[in-house]
């Protein structure tokens, strides 16, 4: 596709459900992230794919966070028993490869999770 | 201490001001230095990106890297209310993949 695609973009969700966020990277680009951008906290690392395989998930802030890619392609954030501080904007981002600066990140605009 | 520092403003200025956004840092290994601009409700967008310390233009855009204080600009002349965004500082070590972000800042260019 022309961007990366987020969706949902906005999830409301009562706190204990799952949730699924989904990235839909740009076509042809091997290197997938994910981060949380909470109000005042910037961007948070998540974790990292390349291909389908994730080398770097050091972010993922609890084993209720999983994070899957299939065929190079789509990806899918599980978030399991959401509580009130999973509530953030997640953000995924593609590259070409591993990070090159004259690559960069493309970002999507992100799911809005609110967790009530 | 977070590895990357920058005041979350917001920072209001008149149209056609400079704007100076800065960003410090403590890891010595990153080398990559970037910018990034987000609007509201959007993902963040590359501006420009360095490598190592010295000076990059674009347009009215200007990056500044000094490694050796561990401090990175970005100066806006002729501001614009198009600029008003939230502006964020990233980098990266020379063997990393994953960008460190700044909490970003947010400017307002007034009419």
């Known amino acids: 596709g022309a961007g990366v695609s987020q969706s949902p973009s906005n999830k409301v969700t009562e706190k204990g459900k799952d949730v699924e966020l989904r990235c839909d990277p740009i076509?042809?680009?091997?290197?997938l992230y994910w981060y949380r951008q909470s109000l005042g906290q910037g961007l948070e690392f998540l974790i990292y794919f390349q291909g389908n395989s994730a080398p770097d998930k050091s972010g993922l802030p609890s084993d209720r966070f999983s994070a899957e890619r299939t065929g190079g392609s789509v990806s899918t954030l599980t978030i399991q028993r959401t509580q009130q501080e999973d509530s953030a904007v997640y953000l995924c981002?593609?590259?070409?490869?591993?990070?090159?600066?004259?690559?960069?990140?493309?970002f999507g605009s992100g799911t809005r999770l609110t967790v009530v | 201490q977070k590895e990357v520092e920058q005041d979350p403003g917001p920072l209001s200025v008149p149209e056609g001001a400079i704007v100076s956004l800065n960003c410090t840092y403590s890891?010595?290994?990153?080398?990559?230095f970037m910018w990034y601009r987000q609007y509201s409700r959007k993902g963040p967008e590359l501006l420009m990106y360095t490598y190592s310390s010295g000076n990059k233009e674009d347009g009215r855009f200007t990056a500044q890297v000094d490694k050796s204080s561990k401090y990175i600009s970005l100066f806006i002349r002729d501001s614009q209310p198009s600029d008003s965004a939230t502006y964020l500082c990233a980098m990266v070590g020379g063997g990393g993949n994953k960008l460190t972000f700044g909490t970003g800042t947010q400017l307002k260019v007034e009419l």
């Open positions: 076509s042809g680009h091997t290197a």
């Open positions: 890891n010595s290994a990153f080398q990559y």
């Open positions: 981002a593609s590259s070409l490869g591993v990070y090159k600066p004259n690559y960069g990140y493309t």
